[in-house]
C-alpha cells in the first residue's frame, strides 16, 4: 500500500552524509552547552531576549470573550484571533492518537526535544530525503507561544543560515522550560490551544465546532484526522478549499494512526474510503447564529466595562453570562421569519411596477435613490477618490456589477448596479421584537431586524418611530390614576383642542375618518377598539403634562411633547422602551429596567461583576392590575384589536394586547401581554415614506400581531420551556373597584375591527 510502504535504504552517499553530521554533532556537543547559555542570556544582543520565567509559568494566549444565554448555549464571541480554551480532559481519546501518531509520536519519551527526530531532519536535509521535522509538540508550543519565528530579534538573525539556528535554539530552551513547569497534558492542551486551523478557527475548540459542530471530546478518527492534517497548511489541506488535497493529507494521517496500532487494517480500508463530511461547516462571526444583533448591540458596552475594570474583551477570555433564551431566540427569529417573508410577497406585490418610496400626498419622491446613494459608504469612496461632481461617479454608481444579493429564499448571485441596489434594498420591510420577562428584568428575546449580514440597524433599542395606538395605554393609565375606573363611560364625539398654530384648533378623527358616532362607551371598550375620540377626551381631561409624567415614571425614556397630539402616539420610542414600559402593568406597578447580562466572570471561571435589575415602585399594584384588565378588553371587548388572535391563545389565559399603526401605515406595532412574558414587535420599512398605499395592509394587526401569535403558540408547546397559560395575578388586598363592564357593552353590532378599517389620510391610528 503507497501509504504505508517503507522507507527506502539510504545510498552509499547518504550514509557518508550521516558520518559527517555525526562528526559535526560531536563537535558542536563539546561547545554547545556555552553556546546554549549565551543564547539564554542574549550575550551582546546578538540573539534577541528570552520570555521570562514568569511568562513561562503564566504562558498568555490571545481568547476570545464568550457570550452564554440563559440556558447555557453560546451565543457568540469578541475576539481578534476566534480561540476558545480547552483542558487536556475535553479532547477525545481519538484527538489524542492522532495528533501524537501525526507530530509526535515519542511526545510521552522526550523532554521536549526529540534527538531522534532531530537527527532524523538533519540527515533528510544533507541527503535530500525528507522524512520529517524535527520539531516536537513543546517546541512549536513555544513557537506559537512566544513567536520565536518574528519576535525579539537579535543581531544574528541578520546573518544568512544563522537566523534558523538561533530560532531553533531558543525553541529548544523555552521546550525545555515548558517541560519543567508543565505536565505533558498541560502542554498538550496548550499546544491545541494555540494553533491555527484557518476558517477563523484558533485552538482546537473552535475549530471542532467550525468544520463538524462537535466539541473537541466527540471528535473521531476520521474528523481528527482533517483537523490534525490542517496544521501543516491551514489553506493548501483545506476541505473547504481543497477538498482533493485534504482527503489526501487526511489519508495520510489515518495511515500513520493506523501504523501505531490505533486502527484494525479493515477500520482504516473503511475510513479511507468515506467522504468529508461538511454539512456543519460554519464560520463563526457576527452575522451568523443566534441574536446577531443583540450581540451586535450589546459589544460596545462590554467593550467599555471591560475597559474600566482592566480588562480587553477581545483578549481575556471573559464568560458573558445573558438573560436571552437560545431556545426562545430561535423561536422569535423562525416567527419573525416566517411571517415577514410572506409579508414581503404581499408588499411586492402590491407595488408591482412602482416604487414605495411616496410623499404625504402619495407621490413618488423624486431623485429618491440617488440622495440615498449619497449617504453610502460606497459614495463617499468614489467622492474620496474622484471629486465631488465628477463623471467617473455617475458612470460607475450605474455600471452593472456582479454581486450577491439578501432575499428571503436565500442569497443571490446577480448583476446590479450600486444604484439598483439602493432600489433593491429599499423595498424590504424591517423589524424588531423582544420579549421580556416583567417580574425579574430578564430580557429572553432580542430580535433587531431580518438579517444582520445586509441590515446592521438595531430596530430594538437603536431604531426609534411613532408608536400610534401602542402609546394609548399610558393615556388610559394616567386616567386610572386619577380616578377614572375601566368602566367608566365616554360619549364617541369630536374633541376640540386649542392648539398654537394655523389653524388654531385640532380634532382628532377616528381611524374611519369620522369624528364620532355618539355611541357611549367605557373607556376599557374605547382602548380595546382604538378609538382615537375617546383617548383625546382622557388628555384633554387629564392635560398632557401629567400623561408624559406617567409614561415616563413606567418606562418610557425617550423625550415627549406635552402636546394634545401626542394621545395618538407622536413621538418616537423604541420596541426596548415600551416592552419596559408596559412590563410594569404585569409587574405589580414595579418597573423593572429591562436588562440582559447577570454576570461575567475571567477565564479562570472567577466572577468579576453580578448584575442586578434596577427596580422602583412606579404606580400602584391596584391600577396595574386595573391596566391589565384594559389591555385584556383588547381580546376580551367585542371589536377588540387583539380579537383576530389564535383560539388555542385564547383559551384558559388572559391575554393583554395592543395594536398600533401610525400615519400612512408607516408603523405597525403590536404588544403582547401574559402573566409571565410581554413582547413588543415593529414592523415598516426602512423609512417613513416607504409602506402600503392600503391602510389596511399596513396596519398593525397585519403587520406585527400574527408574528406574536407565531411566537407564543411556539412558546407554549415547549414542554421544556414551561411557559403555562392563567390569570395575571391579582393585589394581595384585592380590587377596591368592580372589573367587570359587560353589563355597559353597547347596543350595537360593533364586531369590526375597528383598526380594519379603511385609513383616512388625515388620521393617525
Keep these: 500500500m503507497e501509504l504505508i510502504e517503507k522507507i527506502k535504504k539510504p545510498s552509499r552517499k547518504a550514509k557518508w552524509a550521516i558520518r559527517i553530521m555525526w562528526i559535526i554533532v560531536l563537535l558542536l556537543l563539546v561547545g554547545l552547552p556555552a553556546y546554549i547559555y549565551t543564547v539564554s542570556i542574549d550575550l551582546g544582543g546578538l540573539y534577541g531576549g528570552m520570555p521570562s520565567l514568569k511568562s513561562l509559568e503564566n504562558p498568555e494566549n490571545d481568547l476570545s470573550s464568550e457570550l452564554i444565554s440563559a440556558d447555557g448555549l453560546s451565543l457568540g464571541r469578541y475576539y481578534r484571533y476566534n480561540r476558545s480554551q480547552v483542558t487536556y480532559d475535553d479532547l477525545s481519546e481519538e484527538l489524542i492518537n492522532t495528533l501524537l501518531a501525526s507530530e509526535d509520536h515519542r511526545y510521552n519519551e522526550h523532554s521536549g526535544i526529540d534527538l531522534k527526530g532531530l537527527l532524523r531532519a538533519v540527515s533528510g536535509v544533507l541527503t535530500f530525503q525528507y522524512a520529517g521535522g524535527g520539531s516536537t509538540i513543546t517546541m512549536q ?114 495511515a500513520k494512526i493506523y501504523r501505531h496500532g490505533h486502527l484494525t487494517r479493515n477500520e482504516l480500508d473503511s475510513l479511507l474510503e468515506s467522504p468529508i463530511d461538511l454539512t456543519s461547516y460554519d464560520v463563526a462571526n457576527h452575522n451568523t447564529g443566534l441574536a446577531t444583533y443583540f450581540r451586535s448591540m450589546i459589544k460596545y458596552e462590554l467593550t467599555l466595562w471591560a475597559k474600566n475594570h482592566g480588562y480587553d474583551l477581545y483578549e481575556d477570555g471573559l464568560k458573558i453570562y445573558t438573560t436571552i433564551d437560545s431556545r426562545m431566540q430561535r423561536m422569535a427569529e423562525e416567527a419573525v421569519k416566517s411571517h415577514m417573508t410572506e409579508l414581503q410577497k404581499v408588499f411586492n406585490e402590491h407595488w408591482k411596477g412602482k416604487n414605495p418610496w411616496r410623499d404625504l400626498d402619495g407621490k413618488e419622491i423624486p431623485n429618491f435613490l440617488e440622495s440615498r446613494f449619497k449617504q453610502t459608504p460606497h459614495y463617499r469612496q468614489l467622492i474620496k477618490k474622484y471629486g465631488k461632481g465628477n463623471d467617473s461617479i455617475q458612470i460607475i454608481m450605474n455600471t452593472p456589477k456582479p454581486m450577491t444579493v439578501f432575499s ?102 377616528n381611524s374611519d375618518g369620522t ?149 400612512n401605515a408607516s408603523d405597525g406595532w403590536y ?71 359587560s353589563k355597559y357593552a353597547t347596543t350595537k353590532s360593533d364586531s369590526i375591527i375597528i383598526e380594519e378599517e379603511p385609513w383616512d389620510p388625515n388620521s393617525i391610528q
Design 141 to 254: 508550543l513555544a513557537e506559537n507561544l512566544f513567536k520565536t519565528m518574528t519576535e525579539n530579534e537579535g543581531h544574528l538573525y541578520k546573518v544568512p543560515g544563522l537566523r534558523q539556528i538561533v530560532i531553533k535554539t531558543k525553541e529548544w530552551i523555552i521546550a525545555a522550560r515548558l517541560e519543567k513547569n508543565f505536565t505533558k497534558k498541560e502542554i498538550m492542551a496548550m499546544y491545541l490551544n494555540t494553533v491555527s486551523f484557518g476558517s477563523n478557527a484558533y485552538g482546537i475548540k473552535t475549530a471542532s465546532e467550525t468544520f463538524f459542530a462537535k466539541s473537541p471530546g466527540e471528535l473521531n478518527y476520521q474528523e481528527s484526522a482533517v483537523l490534525i492534517g490542517l496544521l501543516q497548511g491551514t489553506t493548501a489541506f483545506s476541505p473547504v478549499y481543497n477538498y482533493d488535497r485534504s482527503i489526501k493529507k487526511r489519508n495520510q494521517v489515518l
Design 671 to 741: 404588544m403582547g401581554v401574559t402573566k409571565d412574558l410581554v413582547t413588543g414587535i415593529w414592523v415598516g420599512g426602512d423609512e417613513r415614506s416607504i409602506h402600503f398605499r392600503s391602510w389596511y395592509l399596513g396596519q398593525g394587526s397585519k403587520t406585527a400581531r400574527p408574528i406574536w401569535d407565531k411566537f407564543m403558540r411556539q412558546v407554549y408547546e415547549s414542554e421544556e420551556l414551561g411557559y403555562e397559560k392563567g390569570r395575571f395575578q391579582q393585589p394581595p388586598g384585592g380590587i377596591d373597584v368592580t372589573l367587570d363592564c
Design 515 to 663: 369624528y364620532g358616532t355618539g355611541e357611549k362607551m367605557t373607556i376599557r371598550q374605547g382602548m380595546a377598539r382604538s378609538i382615537n375620540t375617546v383617548t383625546a377626551y382622557l388628555m384633554k381631561e387629564l392635560q398632557p403634562r401629567n400623561v408624559v409624567d406617567f409614561a415616563h415614571r413606567v418606562g418610557i425614556e425617550s423625550e415627549l411633547e406635552a402636546v394634545p397630539s401626542l394621545c395618538l402616539g407622536v413621538n418616537d420610542v423604541s420596541v426596548f422602551e415600551l416592552v419596559g414600559a408596559y412590563s410594569t402593568f404585569a409587574n405589580m406597578g414595579i418597573h423593572t429596567q429591562p436588562y440582559y447580562i447577570t454576570r461575567i466572570e475571567d477565564k479562570n471561571g472567577n466572577v468579576i461583576e453580578n448584575f442586578v435589575p434596577k427596580t422602583r415602585q412606579a404606580i400602584s399594584q391596584q391600577n396595574a392590575y386595573k391596566m391589565l384588565y384594559m389591555l385584556r378588553g383588547g381580546v376580551e371587548e367585542r371589536g377588540g384589536t387583539s380579537q383576530g388572535l389564535s383560539m388555542e391563545l385564547k383559551i384558559d389565559n388572559e391575554i393583554g394586547g395592543k395594536t398600533g399603526t401610525t400615519n
Design 408 to 509: 428571503w429564499d436565500g442569497e443571490i448571485d446577480t448583476t446590479l448596479s450600486p444604484l439598483d441596489s439602493v432600489k433593491y434594498y429599499k423595498h424590504f420591510l424591517h423589524t424588531g421584537m423582544m420579549s421580556m420577562d416583567p417580574h425579574t428584568g430578564h430580557i429572553k428575546t432580542w430580535v433587531g431586524g431580518i438579517n444582520h449580514k445586509y441590515f446592521k440597524y438595531d430596530h430594538v433599542r437603536q431604531g426609534k418611530r411613532q408608536p400610534g395606538s401602542t402609546f394609548k395605554p399610558f393615556v388610559y393609565g394616567a386616567a386610572i390614576e386619577n380616578g377614572y375606573p375601566p368602566c367608566y363611560e365616554v360619549t364617541d364625539a369630536m374633541v376640540t383642542f386649542q392648539v398654537v398654530g394655523d389653524p388654531p384648533t385640532w380634532s382628532p378623527p
